[in-house]
Each structure stands twice: as structure tokens, then as C-alpha cells.
């Protein structure tokens, strides 16, 4: 099994282009599946979840090719309605296939989504979206059979009691070649929503109010194919960002988002780090101990701060001036990497959905496993700046995310070896 091992202390200097975006390729590509042409899609992060979702693809009877950070896939060929409950345990976002599945043949048998990783996940809202697009959905021992009642889902009128992105995702997909029109009240606003859709949209999709709380689709009979360029990965873009903050380094992002990732900018400037951005790039300048977060970090849907970003932050803020407060609003059980920053030292103190973290002057490094994606990055962000060697074994969480991370932290000169 592969590790990383990482020797501390180094201040990160340098510029690195920000990878393609995880959360939005994945989707991205289900929607390839209502495509009746061949789709290109440009900036795919090469990552372990985008392997699954290639796939997926592939049993359910497309052809989906890799070149470099390309994606070709053809749906064309696409006749299966089963996935496999191997595949759909590979990865949480398996779940978005249902809506792609059921926009592209009708019906679809799926399982659901395994493991316990940062508290339970239920897909209800998911489900009752379906009914009321006039799916019948029967679940018996953990399958999930769906089928819509004359071959097309119905347009439908749903209010989300919370804005889920699967949720959202989901029903988009379901929702562009069903019969009539469509509207999501409380939808997800996230900008991994705007990227599916506006790849749907060139794909001849009649979707309006994406990255706003009411999203409205008109259903059309089929999708043409596209070329279409997958917007950069904001969460990476926190994580180089935090890393290079807590090492007291320099950084320029390339193919960066800056709207995308103000909710985090803006948290981050209070740590006293200098962050200037045009267009797509982001320069962030730390130099000295990073300052306490003073107004506690909440974690909210967007343009709230989010929640993928909360162990990265705490990553750097474990060794700054000061106490921060950390509410984790959206998972029940996302403190797992705590464990491990404490077993380096740090001083945090976790209560229900409250952390508090008070910084220390310096962490040693540690042998630590990833517990989650984020959480992995996290330690590798608490190993760069302690002092001595870490190791960090189980790190397949962290390659189902990050393109390459030993390559990215070495080219801002971290040191950083995968064994
Ligand atoms: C969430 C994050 C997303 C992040 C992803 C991966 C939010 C709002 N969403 O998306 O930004 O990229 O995790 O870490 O921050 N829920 C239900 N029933 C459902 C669906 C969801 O109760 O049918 C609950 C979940 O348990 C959770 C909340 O709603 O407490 C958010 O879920 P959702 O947005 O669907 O999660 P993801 O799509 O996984």
C-alpha cells in the first residue's frame, strides 16, 4: 500500500496551475450519458473517482476514452440499466447516475451508496424527487429499482428541505428530456451546479437559474453532443492555498476561480495572509505566523463557507496565534482528522458540531492515516509545516481527489516522497 512521507519545515515558494474540478466532472459526466453524440470534455481531473464514473459508463455500454486531461465519451452505444453494487461503492457521487439514467432510458437498478465517512448520507430527498417525477422507485435489500411510467419522467414542482447538491444534480439530470417543465425551489447554489449546467446547456438543454435558489428546466426531447471545458477544483484551490498560508510561503494559483472561492478567500485573509486575484489567477502571501480566525468558521451550503473546506483551514490554523471556532453545519461526522492533528500536537477541543482549535507554536510530524479526502489533505497540510517526518499511510482517500498532490506540493518545494 502506498504512502506519503513528508519532511517538515519548509516554506512553500512557487506557481502552479489549479487542477479540473472533481465535483463537477462527475456529474458532468453522468450528463454525458443523455447525449446522443460524442461529448469532449477538457480540464478532467485524472483522479480514482473519475476512473469509476469512466466505468460506470463503460458497463452501461458507452465508450468513454482518457488523453491526458481529456474525456471522450460517446453514449450513443449506451443499453444497460444496472449498476453493479461493486461500482457503486466505489464512490458516493455513483448515486447521480439514477437522474442520468432515468433521463436517458426510463428506468434504472442501483444500490445504495456504501460506507460511513462523514456521518450518514441518506439519499430521501433524492428519492421522493423521482416520485414526483412520476418514477416508481421500490427498494428492497439495499437495491434501488426505478422506472418511469411511459418510458419519461414527468416535469415537476419540488422544494428541497435543504439545498442538496446530489439532490439538486440529480433531478436536473432527470429532469432536461422529461416531459414537461421543471422547477427545484431551495436549490443547491453551489458553482459545481453552474458547471453542470451550463455544460447541459450546450448540450441544447433549456435550463435557466443555476447558482440561484430556484432553478427552472424545460424538458426537450434529446441532447447533441458538445465540447465543453470543466471548470477548476475550488477545494484543491483552498487546500494549495491554506498549505502555502501555513507554511509562512508564497503561491501562484493559474486556472484559478477566484469568485468561486471567495466564501474561503475571505475567512483566509483574516488570518493576515496578503491575497490579491485577477482574472484566473491567485496570489497569496503569508511570510509570518498566521493570525487566529477571529469570527467563528461556519460551515454552510453556498456562497457560505464550505464544507469541504474545513479541515484544510483547521490544518493551517492549528499551529497560528490564537484560538479559532469551527461549526460544522452540514455533515454529523467531519472531525475525523482531528485525531490525527492532535496526535501531532495540536490542541483541539471537539464538542457535537463544535471544534475549537487553539493554536500551538509548533506540530511534530507523525505516523497518521487518512481518514477521509479532505481530512488526508489536511494531515498532508499539518506535516508540511511540522517539525521532523510524517508518514501518512491509507491514502487512497486523498488520490480520490487531488491530481497527483506529491507533484504539486514538490513543485512549490515541499518535501514529499509517495513510497
Ligand atoms: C456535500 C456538500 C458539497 C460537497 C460534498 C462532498 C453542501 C451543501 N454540500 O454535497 O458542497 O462537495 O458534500 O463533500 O455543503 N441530505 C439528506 N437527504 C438527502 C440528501 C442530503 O438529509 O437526500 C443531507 C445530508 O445528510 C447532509 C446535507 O443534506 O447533511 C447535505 O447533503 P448534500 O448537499 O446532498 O451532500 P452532497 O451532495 O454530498
Known amino acids: 500500500m502506498q504512502k506519503l512521507i513528508i519532511k517538515g519545515g519548509k516554506r512553500l515558494r512557487g506557481e502552479i496551475p489549479l487542477q479540473g474540478c472533481k465535483n463537477s466532472a462527475l456529474p458532468i459526466m453522468a450528463a454525458a450519458l443523455l447525449c446522443n453524440e460524442e461529448c469532449t470534455l477538457y480540464n478532467c481531473p485524472k483522479l480514482t473517482d473519475v476512473f469509476s464514473a469512466s466505468r460506470i459508463l463503460n458497463g452501461l455500454g458507452c465508450r468513454c476514452s482518457f488523453s491526458g486531461n481529456t474525456v471522450q465519451i460517446?453514449?450513443?452505444?449506451?443499453?444497460?440499466?444496472?449498476?453493479?453494487?461493486?461500482l457503486m461503492r466505489e464512490m458516493r457521487s455513483s448515486i447521480i447516475f439514477m437522474g442520468a439514467m432515468l433521463g436517458r432510458m426510463g428506468e434504472c437498478t442501483v444500490s445504495v451508496p456504501g460506507g460511513c465517512e462523514l456521518g450518514p448520507r441518506p439519499i430521501d430527498m433524492h428519492l421522493s424527487a423521482m416520485r414526483k417525477m412520476g418514477i416508481d422507485v421500490r427498494e428492497t435489500g439495499g437495491r434501488i429499482s426505478c422506472k418511469a411510467s411511459g418510458k419519461k419522467a414527468k416535469g415537476a414542482k419540488i422544494s428541497l428541505f435543504f439545498p442538496s447538491v446530489g439532490a439538486t444534480e440529480n433531478i436536473i439530470l432527470c429532469a432536461v428530456t422529461a416531459e414537461g417543465e421543471t422547477v427545484i425551489n431551495n436549490a443547491a447554489r453551489e458553482p459545481?451546479?453552474?458547471?453542470?449546467?451550463?455544460?447541459?446547456?450546450?448540450?441544447?438543454?433549456?435550463?435557466?437559474g443555476d447558482g440561484e435558489s430556484r432553478i427552472v428546466i424545460k424538458g426537450?426531447?434529446?441532447?447533441?453532443?458538445?465540447?465543453?471545458?470543466?471548470?477548476?477544483?475550488?477545494?484543491?484551490?483552498?487546500?494549495?492555498?491554506?498549505?502555502?498560508?501555513?507554511s509562512r510561503g508564497e503561491i501562484i494559483l493559474t486556472n484559478a476561480c477566484p469568485t468561486e472561492l471567495e466564501p474561503f478567500l475571505t475567512v483566509l485573509e483574516q488570518t493576515g495572509c496578503s491575497i490579491y486575484s485577477d482574472d484566473d489567477k491567485i496570489y497569496l502571501r503569508s511570510g509570518t505566523r498566521l493570525k487566529a480566525v477571529r469570527d467563528r468558521i461556519r460551515t454552510m451550503p453556498h456562497p457560505g463557507f464550505p464544507t469541504d473546506a474545513q479541515a484544510v483551514l483547521m490544518a493551517a490554523l492549528v499551529s497560528a496565534d490564537g484560538t479559532s471556532v469551527f461549526e460544522e453545519n452540514i455533515f454529523d461526522c467531519?472531525?475525523?482528522?482531528?485525531?490525527?492533528?492532535?496526535?501531532?500536537?495540536?490542541?483541539?477541543?471537539?464538542?457535537?458540531?463544535?471544534?475549537?482549535?487553539?493554536?500551538?507554536?509548533?506540530?511534530?510530524?507523525?505516523?497518521?492515516?487518512?481518514?477521509?479526502?479532505?481530512?488526508?489533505?489536511?494531515?498532508?497540510?499539518?506535516?508540511?509545516?511540522?517539525?521532523?517526518?510524517?508518514?501518512?499511510?491509507?491514502?487512497?482517500?486523498?488520490?480520490?481527489?487531488?491530481?497527483?498532490?506529491?507533484?504539486a506540493v514538490s513543485a512549490l518545494g515541499g518535501d514529499i516522497q509517495r513510497v
Open 334 to 407: 467531519r472531525y475525523r482528522h482531528t485525531e490525527a492533528l492532535v496526535k501531532m500536537g495540536a490542541d483541539i477541543q471537539v464538542m457535537g458540531k463544535i471544534a475549537v482549535v487553539k493554536g500551538i507554536d509548533k506540530l511534530n510530524g507523525a505516523n497518521v492515516e487518512a481518514t477521509d479526502l479532505r481530512g488526508g489533505a489536511a494531515m498532508v497540510i499539518a506535516g508540511l509545516s511540522a517539525d521532523g517526518v510524517s508518514e501518512i499511510t491509507q491514502i487512497h482517500h486523498i488520490d480520490r481527489g487531488y491530481e497527483k498532490i506529491e507533484e
Open 220 to 246: 426537450i426531447p434529446e441532447l447533441h453532443g458538445c465540447e465543453y471545458r470543466i471548470m477548476p477544483d475550488r477545494i484543491a484551490g483552498a487546500t494549495y492555498l491554506a498549505m502555502t498560508a501555513a
Open 192 to 208: 459545481e451546479i453552474c458547471d453542470l449546467c451550463g455544460f447541459l446547456r450546450a448540450c441544447g438543454a433549456e435550463i435557466s
Open 74 to 86: 460517446d453514449s450513443s452505444t449506451a443499453s444497460e440499466t444496472e449498476i453493479s453494487e461493486q
